[in-house]
């Protein structure tokens, strides 16, 4: 391999090696801590993150030659699954797969660094911004684009998290083809009409006595969809295979694929401690980083995308966000004061 004494050289890697790893949590064996000199440079921007927006974003910047470090600490939201749903040219494939991909693409691109590491704490110092990670290093950059995603927290059942991703999720779309034709269940929210669409037998599992109008009630009967109104305490199956609904009488109910609430929360603490708004709790993201339509935050030079700043949880969507943000990552560094065209007066000028 082409190691250099304090840094993974992607670029001079044989290919095997590009890949870099077979989950996107064994990155850190591959990527050494790069303590060395490209650590001291004041970097066009840092991407805090490795997932699909992060990735994308670097992508983006790589290509238009921005001096980029990406740092990752290894887990991206949906790691558990067995396979993406509904990404084009990817469908089905593994996370980790995907994700070993990605970085393997970056390798392509000389400006680009990837780090294992996590950030955790970070300061504005007059036009840049100065990172710390976990392991006492920093790292400063004249941008910082959030890709840190989120934390889906389900309900506290027994059965869930062994499930999770897999015949326990929050997106039908996601995760309904693999389980179209079977009973299916919704968990104490909506969307049981929507399931509709992947499957003729469909229970609506209220978890006590429901509050549903007879209006509701009616379109739910028209629809096939069964009300059950017993106490859910447990969800029964063999590994990740959901089995059955279990009811606090002793009794259950057949179960192979069950859609539940979640909440996202933010898994890092660094939107906050640069200084970031976050907007206002939504009953699906709980504290998403507030950003305009430049997918810039209320900090200037500090950019989120993907789950983190409240985009719609999907691989496809954070894809899109982290690219579009990283374009203009790339618009605001060369009208800032010492940018190329510093003559415009906005990056909508420059776009036009």
């Known amino acids: 391999m082409a190691w250099s004494r304090g840094c993974y050289d992607t670029r001079r890697a044989p290919l095997a090696h590009q890949r870099f790893a077979d989950s996107a949590i064994s990155i850190g064996d591959l990527i050494d801590p790069c303590h060395g000199e490209r650590m001291n440079e004041t970097w066009d921007c840092i991407v805090v993150g490795a997932g699909a927006a992060g990735l994308s974003g670097a992508l983006v910047l790589g290509r238009a030659r921005r001096r980029t470090l990406v740092v990752d600490a290894g887990r991206p939201s949906n790691r558990v699954a067995d396979g993406i749903g509904g990404l084009l040219g990817q469908d089905t494939r593994a996370p980790a797969d ?70 326990v999720f929050h997106c039908p779309f996601c995760h309904g083809w693999e389980h179209r034709g079977e009973p299916l269940g919704v968990l104490n929210r909506g969307g049981a009409l929507l399931l509709r669409a992947w499957s003729g037998d469909v229970t609506l599992y209220a978890d006590g006595h429901s509050d549903l109008t007879a209006e509701d009630r009616a379109r739910l009967a028209f629809a096939g969809v069964e009300i059950e109104e017993r106490r859910v305490v447990e969800l029964r199956g063999t590994g990740s295979d959901l089995a059955a609904v279990a009811f606090a009488d002793g009794n259950e109910r057949a179960c192979r694929g069950l859609l539940v609430p979640v909440t996202l929360h933010q898994r890092s603490a660094l939107a906050t401690q640069l200084g970031a708004a976050t907007s206002e709790p939504g009953p699906l993201v709980a504290d998403a980083v507030a950003v305009d339509d430049d997918f810039e935050t209320s900090v200037p030079g500090l950019f989120a995308a993907g789950d983190a700043a409240g ?29 190329v065209v510093a003559g415009a007066t906005s990056t909508a000028e420059l776009a036009s």
């Open 311 to 339: 985009v719609m949880p999907s691989v496809a969507n954070a894809v899109a966000s982290g690219g579009n943000a990283a374009a203009r990552v790339v618009l605001s560094l060369m009208t800032a004061g010492d940018g």
């Open 98 to 167: 995907y994700y070993a991909a990605g970085r393997a693409e970056l390798a392509a691109y000389p400006s680009v660094d990837l780090r294992a590491g996590e950030v955790v704490g970070g300061e504005r110092d007059g036009e840049r911004f100065v990172l710390e990670l976990a392991d006492g290093s920093r790292a400063a950059g004249r941008r910082v684009l959030l890709a840190t995603g989120m934390d889906y927290r389900p309900p506290a059942l027994t059965g869930i998290e062994e499930r999770w991703g897999r015949s």
